[in-house]
């Protein structure tokens, strides 16, 4: 499975429910990676997109403990082994993690592949990313030049899991 993200410097990913920064190549490159695959959100995650709606030409799967939770356009899943279950219905490299924090956190070991979006700057966040860069089970195997918008400075990065 893959994990998709735009972190700043120190790994942080969102505040208020809302994206750091909205960077148009870094959204492409979030839909060139999504588009025909399964992305799996948490529900905040969800009710951040625009018009509180399932993101097109994908398969969209909410994880959320609300059951009362419905949209006629997602899959719900309440907790992580029922996730898991849903999840073996499709190629594991098909499947993307869009977040937030707390489904990043608990979906890391089932993934093998982090595609990141590394932002040079620090902002004021809530929500954060694990740090891969900490972490001796991911190693970084592509990046690309730096990129800029406007003033802000960032790369894409892929991590895979070692074996």
Not at 24 to 31: H, Y
Request: glycine share 4%; aromatic share 12%; charged share 25%.
């Amino acid at each position: 499975m893959n994990l998709i993200a735009a972190v700043d410097k120190n790994w942080a990913i969102g505040k208020n429910g809302t994206l750091l920064v909205n960077i148009p190549e870094d959204m492409k490159l979030f839909r060139e990676e999504t588009t025909g695959k399964v992305v799996v959100m948490g529900r905040k995650t969800f009710d951040s997109l625009p018009n509180n709606s399932a993101l097109i030409n994908r398969t969209n799967i909410v994880l959320t403990s609300d059951r009362s939770f419905n949209n006629k356009d997602c899959l719900v899943a309440h907790d992580i082994p029922s996730l898991l279950e849903m999840l073996k219905e499709y190629d594991t490299k098909d499947v993307y993690i869009i977040g937030g924090g707390q489904v990043y956190k608990e979906m890391l070991p089932y993934c093998d592949t982090a595609h990141i979006t590394k932002i040079d700057y620090k902002y004021e966040a809530d929500t954060f990313f694990p740090n891969l860069d900490e972490n001796p089970e991911w190693k970084i195997t592509a990046n690309s030049d730096e990129h800029t918008y406007f003033d802000i400075c960032y790369e894409f990065v892929r991590y895979s899991r070692i074996k």
